[in-house]
């Protein structure tokens, strides 16, 4: 049983630098998420696919922000030109919908520091 | 808005029954969740009840939702060391693809 996987598990980065982010899901799973959690809170909503299409994204993702899912299976989040307030955990999670009702399941996360 | 608020913290001893609880604004919240963070880890979906629903139990877990005060609590029975971790109530809409998580429960298990 694989589980919804990202990579990387962390990740250091300069100021300026842009970083990418993957994220498989779970391979029957038509919906994929993306959600950012900073310590000490919840998981925040930032975008999520609808198979290959992006449907919603939240105003917490600026410009410098760009996620894709081409195939409808992996996706990509790309933060260019880093911040310092960009770091944060990055949680991607994939769920089946169609059935009612609707579980996420979540990766291990991708932890951005940004210095 | 859409708010979903938690107490953050909770300790308990090994063994005794843990209570978390959560309050919701959104009227129109169909489905409620009970989410386990490890250190390091994702969200690990735990139990989760619908709105028509007051009580949902499974196994160590009880779910009681009060609908008319927006109020969701978890119990988890003869709680464990391994039982410490964050955990997070969250709510969504029919239809919604929006997924709303509360802050959080940091519950401590004493030996």
């Known amino acids: 049983d694989t589980g919804v996987s990202q990579d990387p598990r962390h990740k250091i980065t300069k100021r300026g630098q842009n970083v990418t982010f993957r994220c498989d899901p779970i391979?029957?799973?038509?919906?994929l998420y993306w959600y950012r959690q900073t310590l000490g809170q919840g998981p925040e909503f930032l975008t999520y696919f609808q198979n290959e299409a992006q449907l919603e994204k939240s105003r917490l993702l600026s410009d410098r922000f760009s996620a894709e899912r081409p195939k409808g299976s992996f996706s990509t989040l790309e933060i260019q030109r880093t911040e310092q307030g960009d770091s944060a955990m990055y949680l991607c999670?994939?769920?089946?919908?169609?059935?009612?009702?609707?579980?996420?399941?979540f990766g291990s996360g991708t932890q951005l520091s940004v210095l | 808005g859409e708010d979903v608020e938690q107490s953050l913290f909770l300790s308990v001893r090994e063994g005794d029954s843990s209570v978390i609880n959560c309050t919701y604004t959104?009227?129109?919240?169909?489905?409620l969740y009970w989410y386990k963070q490890e250190p390091g880890a994702g969200l690990q979906l735990l139990t989760y009840?619908?709105?028509?629903?007051d009580m949902k139990q499974d196994q160590r877990l009880t779910v009681l939702l009060n609908k008319k005060d927006k109020h969701l609590s978890l119990r988890i029975a003869d709680t464990q060391t391994g039982d410490s971790a964050i955990y997070f109530c969250?709510?969504?809409?029919?239809?919604?693809?929006?997924?709303?998580f509360g802050a959080g429960t940091r519950l401590f298990v004493k030996a």
């Open positions: 391979s029957e799973h038509n919906r």
């Open positions: 999670a994939s769920s089946l919908v169609g059935q009612g009702d609707e579980k996420l399941f």
């Open positions: 009840i619908f709105s028509n629903m």
């Open positions: 969250a709510e969504r809409n029919t239809g919604g693809f929006k997924t709303i």
């Open positions: 959104d009227s129109s919240s169909t489905y």
